[in-house]
């Protein structure tokens, strides 16, 4: 046993021991089936209590690095082949994984509850002040770091953009770029895209989707100038773009000077071992806005998005629409940068993960 815990640092005992296990169960220095220390054991060697210890696992059994077995201990349950490869897709139009919001993924009320309890108590009148225009700077630094972690995407704080849901950021993306730009859309695709580009008075068209993405053909032959893909789990296909789909993509962009807007709506919910590379990763000062939402992760109700823009278009933005109020909550926004921060909102990630690999378990067998 050679965890150890500071407690001089911010972060509590059971959150260091929990991340310092979750390491040594993914290195693989325990492996799958292998008895963890007892909670004793860690109490003795690390100085903390044996709830402490007992709080740090229990964390772990949650997520599926570990399980508990009665009168024998805990013992690591991490298997990197329980993973699915992103795009796992068993035939054109089908997936294992499911685009609507089920009590699999709902966020636990009680964690919101006692965040939202914690933010009225601790910021108190700060709740009431309006936001800035970009969104609170406490929740736009959570979403920065998060993205580092999360997809090894290095942006700043004031690159991101928060605002309410995803079809409001599509508006506010028309009016950046120019509604004399034609956008492409995949076909098929979540038909409100479409429809909210229609309503801003913007022309589409749509290309159809491949195994892997949108069609070569016709993404060569359109005269589109910006493209909206969901590179990952597009809705209604299912299809995941392949490494090589997503370079064409950016190659697309910088042929003819367009812009992507990726939409990255179902990403977090993966089963996979590694997430994937965003688009927005491979081409980060060039020619992708990011689009994301808390909504499938956290609750339908919770209509908050973010979107990040390359660098390059920040003076464009500001001198363009940075005037624009932020139309999500002050409330809201401290209790999802609180949720992050606390990494209580990843947490929740790994048990839906979790549930998903078992599922798929039950399945094969």
């Known amino acids: 046993m050679k965890d150890s815990v500071d407690k001089t640092k911010k972060e509590p005992s059971y959150i260091q021991l929990y991340e310092q296990l979750k390491k040594d169960i993914v290195k693989g220095n325990y492996r799958y089936g292998a008895r963890l220390p007892s909670k004793r ?3 003795e060697e690390t100085g903390v209590s044996v709830i402490t210890a007992e709080h740090a696992y229990s964390i772990l059994c949650d997520e599926g690095y570990a399980e508990a077995r009665s009168r024998r201990g805990y013992f ?3 298997r990197e082949t329980d993973f ?4 796992e897709v068993s035939s054109y139009g089908k997936s294992v994984q499911s685009n609507h919001h089920t009590p699999e993924n709902t966020f636990p009320f009680s964690v919101l509850a006692k965040t939202m309890r914690r933010i009225i108590t601790e910021e108190r009148e700060n709740i009431m002040i309006k936001s800035p225009n970009r969104g609170c700077t406490e929740l736009r630094e959570a979403i920065s770091t998060y993205l580092a972690r999360a ?3 290095s942006v700043l704080p004031e690159q991101i953009i928060i605002g309410s849901g995803a079809e409001y950021l599509y508006t506010l993306i028309v009016q950046l770029l120019g509604r004399e730009n034609v956008f ?10 479409k429809r909210v580009y229609g309503a801003c008075g913007v022309e589409c068209r749509q290309l159809r989707m491949g195994s892997d993405g949108i069609v070569t053909e016709d993404l060569k032959s359109t005269d589109a100038t910006v493209l909206h893909v969901t590179p990952f789990n597009s809705f209604p296909s299912n299809v995941t773009a392949s490494a090589s789909k997503k370079k064409e993509y950016l190659l697309w962009a910088k042929e003819r000077g367009g812009y992507i807007v990726e939409d990255n709506f179902d990403s977090e919910l993966t089963v996979s071992s590694k997430a994937e590379d965003t688009l927005f990763s491979l081409d980060p000062d060039g020619s992708v806005i990011y689009v994301n939402t808390f909504s499938k992760t956290l609750a339908p109700s919770m209509r908050v998005g973010y979107m ?3 660098r390059r278009l920040l003076e464009e933005f500001d001198a363009k629409i940075g005037f624009y109020s932020c139309t999500v909550p002050v409330f809201e926004q401290y209790t999802i940068a609180e949720l992050i921060n606390s990494g209580d909102f990843e947490r929740h990630i ?3 993960r979790r549930e998903r690999r078992k599922n798929r378990s039950k399945t094969k067998s």
């Not at 699915?84 to 795009?87: E, Q, T, Y």
């Not at 492409?184 to 895209?193: F, H, L, R």
Request: no cysteine; aromatic share 6%; proline share 7%.
């Open 84 to 87: 699915l490869s992103v795009g």
């Open 76 to 78: 690591a349950v991490y």
């Open 350 to 352: 790994n048990r839906v």
């Open 308 to 310: 990040v823009l390359p």
């Open 151 to 153: 997809n090894g995407m």
């Open 41 to 43: 054991l860690i109490s």
């Open 184 to 193: 492409g859309t995949e076909n098929p695709s979540y038909d409100k895209i």
